[in-house]
Nanobody, 121 residues
Framework: QVQLVESGGGLVQPGGSLRLSCIAS????????MGWHRQAPGKERELVAS???????NYADSVKGRFTISRDHAKNTVYLQMNSLKPEDTAVYYC???????????????WGQGTQVIVPS
């Protein structure tokens, strides 16, 4: 099996910064894309940022210029550096990973359990 463990969430004042981490472990042959989604109360889950194995990034318009996604291939870890945080960034942030469990297997998608980020107004 595969486990995704997120960390780094918390309470931060507007304008502050947080760095989220997500470590993928278990039966992993290779990882393709890694990313972060978020879900605010009463809203649908939305993509925040993604990063392909080849280094291509994609950001939600609302976070461009403030958030940066990166990954450590050797550690199967993806990070989300969040700067200039705003109250509207308040949400549960979920790590999302596309990976192969074995050579020749199908690409599978996994989600973490989520980490809460709170930016009070």
């Amino acid at each position: 099996q595969v486990q995704l463990v997120e960390s780094g969430g918390g309470l931060v004042q507007p304008g502050g910064s947080l760095r989220l981490s997500c470590i993928a472990s278990g039966s992993i042959f290779a990882i393709d894309a890694m990313g972060w989604h978020r879900q605010a109360p009463g809203k649908e889950r939305e993509l925040v940022a993604s990063l392909t194995n080849g280094g291509k990034t994609n950001y939600a318009d609302s976070v461009k210029g403030r958030f940066t996604i990166s990954r450590d291939h050797a550690k199967n870890t993806v990070y989300l550096q969040m700067n200039s945080l705003k109250p509207e960034d308040t949400a549960v942030y979920y790590c999302n990973v596309d990976l192969w469990m074995f050579l020749g297997g199908q690409l599978q998608n996994y989600w973490g359990q989520g980490t809460q980020v709170i930016v009070p107004s």
